[in-house]
């Protein structure tokens, strides 16, 4: 094995690669690590160099790769991406879950089967959980969310429950 197979077998470091796709969002979260937002300059990994760099994980002895953002469903080509990264190695994907609607949602079908799972927030696999004081989840929300206030409560705790914590680590 090589030096980093080596580590991840003795769990001096985790075995999977993260890689970020993108860095813009539909929200703009106050919490948010990248600084993402619908507004920020778009600065995006390609499909190919993904798919090389998880190769190139492969080949040193990863065990997973993360796809995280921004928000990663925002690219249209996400899906198909996915299902070619999971002939590679078994794929993670972080979303806020706010976009899965239509034509996005009915692209995600040919991913049912495959070792590709969608990671909603709060329940990061590779970061430790963060309790949040009550004062901290209410600054932590997004500002969208804030402003929705006024609307319906049950649909407005559905929107907080997705899109809370995405990225806060
Ligand atoms: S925390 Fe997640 S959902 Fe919120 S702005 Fe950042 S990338 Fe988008």
């Known amino acids: 094995m090589g030096a980093v197979a080596d580590a991840i077998a003795d769990g001096g470091m985790g075995g999977r690669l993260w890689l970020y796709s ?97 990671q909603t927030p709060g329940a990061h696999p590779d970061l430790p959980r963060q309790r949040l004081s009550a004062e901290e989840r209410r600054d932590a929300r997004p500002e969208e969310l804030r402003q929705g206030d006024r609307g319906d409560p049950r649909a407005r705790r559905a929107r907080n429950r997705r899109a809370y914590r995405h990225h806060a680590g």
């Open 22 to 118: 993108n860095y813009h969002c539909n929200l703009s979260c106050s919490y948010c690590l990248t600084e993402s937002s619908p507004g920020v300059r778009r600065r995006v990994l390609d499909a190919a160099a993904i798919l090389a760099r998880a190769r190139e994980a492969r080949e040193l002895g990863f065990t997973g790769v993360g796809i995280t953002g921004g928000e990663p469903f925002l690219l249209a080509w996400m899906p198909a991406l996915l299902a070619e990264l999971a002939e590679i190695l078994p794929v993670i994907v972080l979303s806020n879950a706010t976009l899965f609607t239509g034509r996005r949602l009915a692209a995600l079908e040919p991913l049912a089967g495959l070792p590709v799972r969608i």
